[in-house]
C-alpha cells in the first residue's frame, strides 16, 4: 500500500468516525471511550511494526481506515464526554453564586448591556464552593431591569472592563438553550463551538455585594490587543456616542480590522461588502 492510499484510507476512517460518533444519541461512559482509544492505538502499532507489507494492499488500506474511524470517534467521544460533565448544574440555575474570574474576551458595548465573556477560577454559594464551567458569558445591565422595575434594582456597571482582569462578581446563571427554528441562527451550537457551557447576568443592585475588579493580569495579550485597536477605531471614527451612524460606521471598520463581528449592527443600512474595498 502506498503512502498516498494509506494516508487516503486514514483521512477517510477519520471522518466517518468522527461522524459516526456523532450520531450518538447519548453519550457513553468516558472510560469506555478510554478503552476504545487505547485498543485503536495499540492495533496500530501493531499494525505499523508488525504487518507492514503483508497481505493485499486493500486489505492494509481497510484496516488502517477502520483503526483510524475508532480512534476518532473515541477521540470526539471522550472530547464529548468532558465537555459535557463541565456543564452547569440544574441546581445552581438561577442561584446568585459569587464567581471570580478573568475577562476573556473582548466586553462588546450594547444599548441596554455590557457582554463580557468570564473565565472562571472559583465560585461559591452560600459560602461553600461550587464547580461552575470553564467559560460563562455574562451581561451587565445599566439602569433598570426589567423583571424589577423599581429603585431597589437600580445597576450600576464598571467605567472600563478589559481582558486579563480579574473581577469578583456576583452572578446567576442558566443553560444555554438554543431557538427551536430549525432554519435560524443556532445559538446554542455557536456557544459549544466557542466552549460556553452558561450564561447569565451580573447582579450589581445596591442590595447585591458590589462587583469588584481585583487586578491585571498577563492573560489574554491578543485580546487585550484586538480591543485597544477597537478603542482607537471607535474613538477617531465615531467620538460622538450619540452619533448613530459613524457608531455603526466604525463598527464595521472595527470588525474589518479585528474580526470583532459583534461590533456590527446587523440592522444598519451599512453593509460590509461596501467598505470590503477600503
Known sequence: MGRGHG??????????????????????????????????CGAALVLWYWAPRRGPAWGRALAWAGLAALLAGALTGLRAAQFAAQALSPTLEGKDIQVTGIVAAMPQPGDVALRLRLAVESARLDGAAVQLPPLIDLAW?????????DLASLQTQPLSLRPGERWQLTVRLKAPHGARNPH?????????????QATGYVRAGPRDAPPRRIAPTWRYPVERLRQAARDAITLRLAPDPTDARAVRVAGVVAALVTGDQRAIDLDADIKVENWASL
Open 141 to 149: 445591565y445599566r439602569g433598570l431591569w426589567q423583571e424589577a422595575p
Open 7 to 40: 494516508g487516503t484510507a486514514v483521512l477517510l476512517g477519520t471522518v466517518l468516525g468522527a461522524a459516526l460518533q456523532l450520531q450518538q444519541v447519548a453519550l457513553w461512559h468516558a472510560g469506555v471511550y478510554g478503552l476504545l482509544l487505547c485498543l485503536a
Open 184 to 196: 435560524g441562527f443556532d445559538h446554542e451550537l455557536w456557544l459549544w463551538e466557542q466552549g460556553v
